[in-house]
């Protein structure tokens, strides 16, 4: 990325347009001796020079260009190792990015989630559409202003390109052109959603959208569920009214004791299986029955020695889930056990265990993020044969992959959903990176960064944004990323992925 000024001079010099340039307005009446058309206007060669546009010398306009023209800086930054200076501010290059779009709501959130709609799978063209869920954190003192968003994110276009080409492509680029629309359905919530998460139950009727439950664990140690099916139904049907009914939570859950940020369904069980972990170390499962209601375990699963900041169901065992906690250990769990202890549990850092995603595509894979800037992959194969201590301290292990190229704490890691290489990883440095493990380390033309150091191989890119919290992958359009951070959200496509 090109640092550039944040205040550009005001002064900017204008050209003169063709033909604005004052004509000779003297007179001619008198008649002289008569003038060769093709002799020099000049009395000697001293005299000539070269004139611009605008009838000055080419080396006097450049020098005032380069005066008033807002300077860039083309040096590579890094983030957490370069620093801007006064009245700097980072751009992002537009050639870079095949999408990107910026958009803010009135209070910034902590977490959300991106919805499965019914526009189609491995979408590419444009302008897009984003359907997804998100829960606001307002300031201290009006905590009452909160609101779940269900929002639809309308008119994403691809980046403008100089037009080098015909004047007949022009159709083509309007097809893709749009105005971004943002659209949203508030509903009310009284506290900050720490982490909030959606699930979708198919219909037995072909005819009707599946049933849209989202999981919001709050500030105040609840967690609300919200059917927020006829939300996201008026966005496609104008005049629908949302009752107040609607907007009401259809279950609110309150066995923990101390807030938590730890929250996931699962993939595996269609009516709604929940997981939910507080800052205590209490991690429980509720169920959704068969009649409609919820059903939570009385008897938490414990285990952790400090909070429990990610929880993940496995992508493929459907009573198998693995937790991450500030106590530095990653435990695997089966619902089964009666004794309510982990099967696994393996030490993963020195720090705070902050984020954690299973892969869905490569099922043995885990990658984690702490607290001091490093993210690594783990193979759950090998926790299984890793030695057992005497006591009942974690076990240890190798990750098959870590980096520490960010400097501060990991907020949120996410695998790509249908390439096994590739990892979005965002952290407290401002950044949203993304990683392509398929790149070997021995790999003599990977090696090459081109002239910058610390830099890994297995970096494909580096995004800028303001406090980024959390990030997801888009399940259905392929490389398109969506964040959450302190300036608002972000949606984009690099032309690395």
Known sequence: MGKRPADPSENEGVPLKAGDREENTQNGDEVGDFEDEFEDEYESEDEIFEAGVDGRPDEEREAEERRDTMEIDQQTFIPGRSKLAAGETLTPDPSTYEMLHTLTTTWPCLSFDILQDNLGVNRKTYPATVYAVAGTQAEAGREKENELMVMKLGGLSRMDREKDQDDSDDDDDDEETAEPILETKSIALTSTTNRIRAHQTPSSDSSKPPTTLTATMTESAQVLIHDITPHLSSFDHPGTIITPHQS??????????????????????????????????????????????????????????????????????????????????????????????????????????????????????????????????????????????????????????????????????????????????????????????????????????????????????????????????????????????????????????
């Open 248 to 497: 009401r939570p259809i279950s609110t859950l309150r066995m923990h004791k101390t807030e938590g940020y730890a929250l996931d369904w699962s993939p595996l069980v269609a009516q709604g299986k929940l997981l939910t972990g507080d800052n205590n170390g209490s991690i429980y499962v509720t169920t959704r029955t068969d009649g409609g209601g919820w059903a939570t375990d009385s008897r938490p699963f414990t285990g952790h020695s400090s909070s429990v900041e990610e929880l993940q169901w496995s992508p493929n065992e459907r009573n198998v889930f693995a937790s991450a906690s500030s106590d530095g250990t990653v435990r695997v769990w089966d619902v089964r056990s009666k004794s309510h202890q982990p099967a696994l549990s393996i030490r993963v850092s020195n720090t705070d265990v902050n984020v954690m995603s299973w892969s869905h595509q490569t099922t043995h894979l885990l990658a984690t993020g702490a607290d001091d800037g490093e993210w690594a992959v783990w193979d759950l194969r090998q926790w299984k044969t890793a030695p057992s201590p005497p006591d009942d301290t974690p076990r240890t292990s190798k990750p098959v992959a870590s980096f520490t190229f960010h400097k501060q704490q990991i907020t949120s890691l996410e695998w790509h959903p249908t390439d096994d290489s590739i990892v979005a990883v965002a952290a407290a440095d401002n950044t949203l990176t993304l990683w392509d493990l398929a790149v070997e380390l021995d790999d003599e033309e990977s090696r090459d960064t081109a002239g910058v150091p610390d830099v890994p191989p297995q970096l494909l890119f580096v995004h800028y944004m303001e406090a980024v919290k959390e990030c997801h992958w888009h399940g259905q359009m392929p490389g398109v990323v969506m964040a959450t951070g302190g300036g608002g959200f972000g949606v984009f496509k690099t032309i690395s992925v």
